[in-house]
């Protein structure tokens, strides 16, 4: 098997500011988690994967969620072949724009793309110092992110943590499956 890739699958990832996709992106592409903050304006990452046998160049686009970027981030939807649409676990309102913002603007510039929807910071979900320093905080559930995922009509929901790096691989191996042309492509 030649080591170029025979796909290119654009993954674009979206979501409200601070909720984890730069992290989520480092730590896939480099096994890492960054420690500091850093807003993203755009930024991309691109990885040769193996999936069945096929390696694949998954093009990863970041895009920042703050709503300074809310004209200038939809330019990188263009020719999106996939949406990794993220929220915090520890944040309600980036759970609650999922359908208020993020689904309306995907919906808007990339109809019929399809989206994984992801969960971040679970390592925060259970942490009782973490949970102590936000007193009223109530992590969403996964029955809760399970069923958003059924409102929004994606065809997977993952909680991932790029802390532990729980999950985070699970996130883009759904993207890869949910890629349109994917089952078309590479099936026997």
């Keep these: ?14 979501g409200d500011g601070a909720v984890g996709k730069t992290c989520m992106l480092i730590c896939y592409t480099s096994n890492k988690f960054p420690t500091d903050y850093i807003p993203t304006v755009f930024d991309n990452f691109s990885a040769n ?20 970027y809310n004209r200038l981030r939809p330019l990188s939807y263009r020719g999106a072949d996939v949406f990794v649409l993220a929220f915090s676990l520890v944040s309600r309102a980036s759970y609650e724009n999922v359908l208020k913002k993020w689904i309306p603007e995907l919906q808007h ?42 409102q929004i009509g994606a065809a997977y929901y993952i ?30």
């Excluded at 030649?2 to 674009?12: D, E, L, Y």
């Excluded at 994967?49 to 300074?68: I, K």
């Excluded at 532990?164 to 099936?187: G, H, M, R, S």
């Design 1 to 14: 098997m030649s080591s170029s890739a025979s796909r290119f699958i654009k993954c674009v990832t979206v």
């Design 159 to 188: 909680e991932c943590s790029s802390k532990t790096q729980q999950n985070v691989k699970a996130v883009f191996d759904a993207a890869i499956k949910e890629y349109p042309l994917w089952e078309e492509t590479c099936l026997p």
């Design 49 to 68: 994967v193996v999936v069945e046998g096929t390696t694949v160049n998954l093009g990863l686009w970041d895009t920042a969620g703050q709503e300074d």
């Design 109 to 150: 510039y990339a109809p019929r793309v399809p989206v994984v929807l992801a969960g971040t910071k679970l390592d925060l979900r259970e942490d009782k110092h973490y949970l102590s320093d936000h007193p009223g905080l109530v992590p969403v559930t996964t029955a809760q992110g399970e069923e958003l995922r059924k």
